[in-house]
């Protein structure tokens, strides 16, 4: 098992574009996690699924972003019309079950840079 | 609500120092605490966590960290620093039976150690 993959590694995009992001979590993780952490902050967290079902959004999560996770496998995010406040470090976290005796395994993210 | 407060920014600190980076959360309920590092151009690693039990937990790799509860603190310590250890570390928490199992993070302690 190669862990979280996280795809691209880095995005540079012309403001007023649309752009998507796919995590790939360790196949057996039923929960996964959408982060994003800006320059010299923490992540915050964006959304979580179980299986195929997107269970929470964050008020952060604007209406120009949405998350899907079909079929319970990858996840993909996707940001319309991006702003250049959208410009941040997007981590994809995925594990096992909620209990945090098992931990999460996070992927190395996907930099967004908008221009 | 959780929310979390690391205390300082940058930790400058020679190499075989010790060095302690604290954590302060605030909770109406009980937590489980974290401290992830994360090095360059890498995702989150988990370096410790208090679940419930003995107060004190050690890693692998010599950190250790405490939790107070009447302090509700959770400060991360190293008796002696190694240039390897050159990493941002974010202390985080997350409630035990609902939300989820996400992480509420602090927003980060950037250990710089010297020669």
């Known amino acids: 098992d190669t862990g979280v993959s996280q795809d691209p590694r880095h995005k540079i995009t012309k403001r007023g574009q649309n752009v998507t992001f796919r995590c790939d979590p360790i196949?057996?993780?039923?929960?996964l996690y959408w982060y994003r952490q800006t320059l010299g902050q923490g992540p915050e967290f964006l959304t979580y699924?179980?299986?195929?079902?997107?269970?929470?959004k964050s008020r952060l999560l604007s209406d120009r972003f949405s998350a899907e996770r079909p079929k319970g496998s990858f996840s993909t995010l996707e940001i319309q019309r991006t702003e250049q406040g959208d410009s941040a470090m997007y981590l994809c976290?995925?594990?096992?079950?909620?209990?945090?005796?098992?931990?999460?395994?996070f992927g190395s993210g996907t930099r967004l840079t908008v221009v | 609500a959780q929310s979390v407060t690391q205390l300082d920014s940058q930790v400058p600190v020679f190499e075989e120092a010790p060095v302690e980076l604290r954590c302060n959360y605030s909770?109406?309920?009980?937590?489980?605490l974290f401290w992830y590092v994360q090095y360059p151009n890498q995702g989150l690693q988990l370096l410790l966590k208090?679940?419930?039990?003995?107060?004190l937990v050690e890693s692998i790799n010599g950190f250790e960290a405490e939790f107070n509860k009447s302090q509700t603190s959770f400060h991360l310590r190293k008796p002696s620093v190694h240039i390897s250890d050159t990493a941002e570390y974010f202390c985080?928490?997350?409630?035990?039976?609902?939300?989820?199992?996400?992480?509420?993070f602090g927003q980060g302690t950037e250990l710089s150690v010297k020669p």
């Open positions: 976290a995925s594990s096992l079950s909620p209990d945090p005796n098992y931990g999460y395994t």
């Open positions: 196949s057996e993780h039923n929960r």
């Open positions: 699924f179980q299986n195929e079902a997107q269970l929470e």
């Open positions: 909770s109406s309920v009980s937590v489980y």
């Open positions: 208090y679940l419930s039990g003995s107060t």
């Open positions: 985080a928490v997350s409630h035990p039976y609902n939300q989820g199992g996400k992480l509420i």
